[in-house]
C-alpha cells in the first residue's frame, strides 16, 4: 500500500515538474520578426471611372445566375401548390372511403 502510494505520488510529481517547466527564452538572441508584406495597388488607365471588363463580365454572369434562379424558384412554388392540392384531394379520397 505505501509503495502504491509511494509510486502515485512520484508519477504525480514528475509530471508537474515535466510539464509545468516554461521554455527558456535567451534576451541575447534577436526577435524574429517577419516585416509586412507590402504590395502595391494595382495600376488602372487614365480614365478610372471605366470598369474593367472582368467585372462587366462578371455582373452580366450574375445576372444571368438571378435571372435562372428566378425561374427555377417559379417552377418550385408551382410544383408546390399542385402537391398540396394533391394531398387536399387526398385527404379527401381518405375521408369518403370511410364514409362507406
Known amino acids: ?9 512520484a508519477l504525480c510529481f ?18 524574429q520578426i517577419t516585416p509586412p508584406v507590402v504590395t502595391p495597388a494595382p495600376v488602372r ?3 478610372e471611372k471605366a470598369p474593367d471588363q472582368n467585372v462587366l463580365a462578371a ?7 438571378r435571372a435562372a434562379n428566378i425561374e427555377i424558384i ?4 408551382a ?3 399542385l402537391l398540396d392540392q394533391l394531398a387536399k384531394d387526398a385527404d379527401q379520397l381518405r375521408i369518403f ?4
Open 14 to 31: 514528475s509530471t508537474v515538474a515535466a510539464f509545468g517547466q516554461e521554455p527558456q527564452i535567451n534576451p541575447l538572441e534577436p526577435a
Open 79 to 81: 410544383t408546390m401548390q
Open 97 to 100: 372511403s370511410k364514409r362507406g
Open 59 to 65: 455582373i452580366k454572369a450574375l445576372e444571368d445566375l
Open 45 to 47: 488607365g487614365v480614365d
Open 1 to 9: 500500500m505505501k509503495s502504491t502510494r509511494f509510486f502515485f505520488f
Open 74 to 77: 417559379q417552377k418550385q412554388q
